[in-house]
C-alpha cells in the first residue's frame, strides 16, 4: 500500500506542474511592460537615440547599425519604429495568439526545451547549466550547516530547558534570526575579508583567478574557502527557526508516557533520547527539509550572490524577472517547482525510513 501512495503522488506531479505552469503565464501575460516594450525602451535610450537603431542577426541578438532615425525630425522615425515593433514581436513569439503560445510552451517543456533567452545569445538550459554550480554550493553546504548547528543546539535546549544556557542561546538565535542575511555577510566582508581588519577569505568569486593551474587537492580547499562567507551568511538567518522547531519537538516528545515508562524501567537518558524520543521528535524536523533545500538554492541567496559577486540561479531568476525574460522565468520555475514536488516526495520516503509505523496510504482512502 506504501508503493501504491507513491505512485499515486509521482503521478500527481505532472497534474500540479501544470496547475502551476497555467497560473503563472496567464498572470505573467497581465503585468505591464513586457519584453517588446522593455526592448524598445532600450533600443530608445539616450545611449542609441539620435545616433542608432536595430537590427536583428541571425541567432535572434539585437545589433546597433547607424541610422538618425529616432530623432522626432525624421518623418520615417514613427514607421521605422512601428516595423521594428511588429519584428520584436515576431522574434519574441507574440504574433502568435494567447492560447497558441501557451500550447506551443506546454509541448515544448515537456521535452525540456525552454528556448532561448530573450537578451543573452545563449539557451534557457545552457544558462541554468552555468549559474548552477553557484547556487548547488551554497543551497547544500548552506543547508547541511543549518542541520549540522540546528538539531544538536534544538536538542541540548530541550535537554536544559529553562537553564542559562537555554536562556542566553535563545537570546543569541532571536538575534541571529533578526539580522538580515546581507548585513551579516557585509560584517563578515569588513571583518574577515580585507575590508578593515583581517584578510583571511576572498572577497568575491566561486574560485581563484588562477584557479585552473592548482592540483586537484588546491582546487577543492580553495573552493572550499571561498565558500566560507557566503555560506555562513546565507545560514545564519535559518539557525533559529530550525532550533527552536527542534527543541519543541524534543520537549513534547520528553513529556509523554512512554518516555515516563521508560525511565521507570531503568533505561539511561541518552537511551531513551536517542532510542526512543529521537526517532518520533525528527519527523517535523526532517518534513522541513524540502522546502529548506528549494529556499536555500533559489530564492534566498539574491543579495548575497550580489554582495559576494557570485552569479548563480537566484540572481539570473531576479534579472529575467525585472527584464520580463520570459523564457528564462517560465524555465526556472519549471524546474524549480519539479524539483520541489520530487523533494518533498523524497522527504514522504525519508519518514517511512526514519519511522516504519507510518502509513502514507491512509491518507489516500
Known sequence: ??????????????????????????????????????????????????????????TGVVETVSADVTGSSY?????????????????????????????LMLKNYVLFDFGNSFYQDKSV????????????????????????????????????????????TSWFLTISYAVPGFLVAIFLMIVFAGGRYLDWFPLRGLVSDNWDTFGFWHKIGDYLWHMVLPVISLSVGSLAALSFLTKNAFLEELGKAYVRTARAKGLTERRILYGHVFRNAMLIVIAGFPAMLIGMLFTGSVL???????????????????????PVVFGTLYLFALIGLILNLISDFVYTLVDPRIHFDKRMS
Open 1 to 58: 500500500m506504501q508503493a501504491l501512495y507513491f505512485l499515486k503522488r509521482l503521478l500527481l506531479i505532472p497534474v500540479t506542474l501544470l496547475g502551476i505552469m497555467t497560473i503563472n503565464f496567464f498572470f505573467v501575460q497581465l503585468a505591464p511592460g513586457g519584453p517588446v516594450e522593455q526592448m524598445m525602451v532600450r533600443l530608445e535610450s539616450p545611449a542609441l537615440s539620435g545616433d542608432a537603431t536595430a537590427r536583428f542577426s541571425g
Open 75 to 103: 518623418r520615417g522615425s514613427q514607421g521605422l519604429q512601428e516595423s521594428l515593433k511588429k519584428e520584436l514581436e515576431r522574434r519574441f513569439g507574440f504574433d502568435k495568439p494567447l492560447w497558441e503560445r501557451y500550447v
Open 125 to 168: 538550459i545552457r544558462l541554468i547549466l552555468e549559474k548552477m554550480p553557484v547556487s548547488i554550493s551554497l543551497g547544500v553546504f548552506s543547508t547541511l550547516l543549518i542541520y549540522l548547528v540546528s538539531i544538536p543546539l534544538g536538542i541540548r535546549k530541550a535537554v536544559r530547558h529553562g537553564s542559562a544556557y537555554d536562556q542566553v
Open 304 to 326: 548575497i550572490e550580489v554582495i559576494f559577486s557570485l552569479d548563480g540561479l537566484g540572481l539570473l531568476g531576479f534579472e529575467a524577472v525585472q527584464n520580463r525574460d520570459y
